[in-house]
């Protein structure tokens, strides 16, 4: 979906190393197509296309596809060479097995582990053989990597029972709903891991040597934005209220669509971190971005577009997500 958008703190995170090391993280913003102005704004989100390009920029600017947050870099090619050591994999579970050997081969930084015992299966992740500490982003950038190319390789979103993290929740704690499809998240845990049912190891590898090249071409951006026939009711709900933004239909009449109750649907998004009012203002909000950053599109007709009967009310919407107007947020893009 080309209007997924990415909240500010990624930006940060992402040129947090590069900034530290003196590199000219404006010109990067602005390869990437976007305005540097924009990390001043807290509520800022950028598109998730814009932000895959300015991911890719640093890592190759830092020649690490840790983006500087190990102690020793992860060379580029790093990445390929792991999808390369998979791909041929019959199974998740072989993939998943064999996706933590290959990190392993690195003696510092994240270390990747695969466990399997009664009806779950883990990727924990755990420090490796460094004093240095790492911050928060490093882990967020391995668990979302582990989650999205195990769902790429079996061409769905992978469906977890928990995603366990040992740190407090973070300021951003909202954004991890994004971050993990929807799937239920916990903090101050034992262990970082991702935990998922051992049936699903079994699951067969449908991508080929063939995908895989094309894959390699934006990893980053496939990652963030593939979208598959299995998803969460979260996932669900979006795709319906972004078809029909214009006259968003109600809960109600969603739920019959998915053959639930409207209360067993409230319920199964409360347990995946959200509401219906939420996923409806951030389909509005994400749709929103997308046609800002085509400036043929007018404001009326951005307007009508995310479901807003006048112009005023959704400018009073968006400064209200954003602390700025549709306009002033344009002109920054």
């Known amino acids: 979906m080309r209007n997924i958008s990415v909240a500010n703190y990624f930006?940060?995170?992402?040129?947090?190393?590069?900034?530290?090391?003196?590199?000219?993280t404006e010109k990067m913003l602005s390869t990437a197509g976007v305005s540097p102005e924009l990390l001043s704004q807290s509520n800022a989100r950028v598109s998730a296309v814009n932000f895959g390009r300015l991911q890719s920029l640093v890592m190759r600017e830092l020649g690490d596809e840790f983006l500087g947050y190990g102690p020793s870099r992860y060379v580029i090619g790093t990445w390929t060479n792991m999808c390369h050591s998979v791909i041929h994999c019959a199974t998740l579970g072989h993939v998943a097995a064999r996706y933590c050997r290959f990190y392993q081969m690195f003696e510092w930084g994240l270390q990747p582990h695969f466990e399997m015992s009664g009806d779950c299966a883990r990727v924990v992740i755990s420090p490796g053989n460094t004093d240095k500490p790492i911050d928060?982003?490093?882990?967020?950038?391995?668990?979302?990597?582990?989650?999205?190319?195990?769902?790429?390789?079996?061409?769905?979103?992978?469906?977890?029972?928990?995603?366990?993290?040992?740190y407090p929740p973070p300021e951003h704690a909202q954004e991890y709903r994004h971050l993990f499809l929807g799937q239920a998240v916990f903090f101050n845990q034992p262990r970082t891991e991702i935990v998922f049912h051992r049936s699903l190891t079994d699951l067969p590898v449908e991508q080929t040597a063939q995908s895989l090249q094309r894959f390699l071409q934006?990893?980053?951006?496939?990652?963030?934005?593939?979208?598959y026939k299995e998803k969460s009711w979260t996932a669900q709900i979006r795709m319906i209220v972004n078809k029909h933004l214009i006259d968003t239909p109600g809960i109600e009449t969603i739920a019959q669509q998915l053959h639930l109750h409207p209360q067993t649907l409230r319920r199964r998004l409360a347990q995946e971190g959200t509401?219906?009012?939420?996923v409806k203002t951030q389909c509005r909000y994400d749709t929103a971005l997308y046609h800002l950053g085509?400036?043929?599109?007018?404001?009326?007709?951005?307007?009508?577009?995310?479901?807003?009967?006048?112009?005023?009310?959704?400018?009073?919407?968006?400064?209200?997500?954003?602390?700025?107007?549709?306009?002033?947020?344009?002109?920054?893009?």
């Not at 391995?142 to 040992?166: D, E, G, K, Y």
């Not at 509401?275 to 939420?278: A, L, R, S, V, Y």
């Not at 602390?323 to 344009?330: A, E, I, K, S």
Request: proline content about 4%; glycine content about 4%.
């Open 136 to 166: 928060l982003y490093g882990y967020e950038l391995i668990m979302f990597n582990v989650h999205r190319f195990l769902s790429w390789m079996v061409r769905q979103h992978l469906p977890l029972i928990a995603v366990n993290l040992s």
């Open 275 to 278: 509401t219906f009012n939420e």
């Open 294 to 333: 085509r400036s043929n599109i007018s404001i009326e007709s951005i307007a009508q577009r995310t479901g807003f009967s006048e112009p005023s009310a959704f400018i009073r919407a968006f400064k209200n997500w954003t602390g700025m107007t549709p306009q002033h947020y344009r002109r920054r893009m």
């Open 11 to 24: 930006l940060d995170a992402v040129l947090c190393k590069a900034q530290a090391r003196g590199l000219n």
């Open 218 to 227: 934006h990893p980053s951006l496939v990652m963030l934005v593939q979208q």
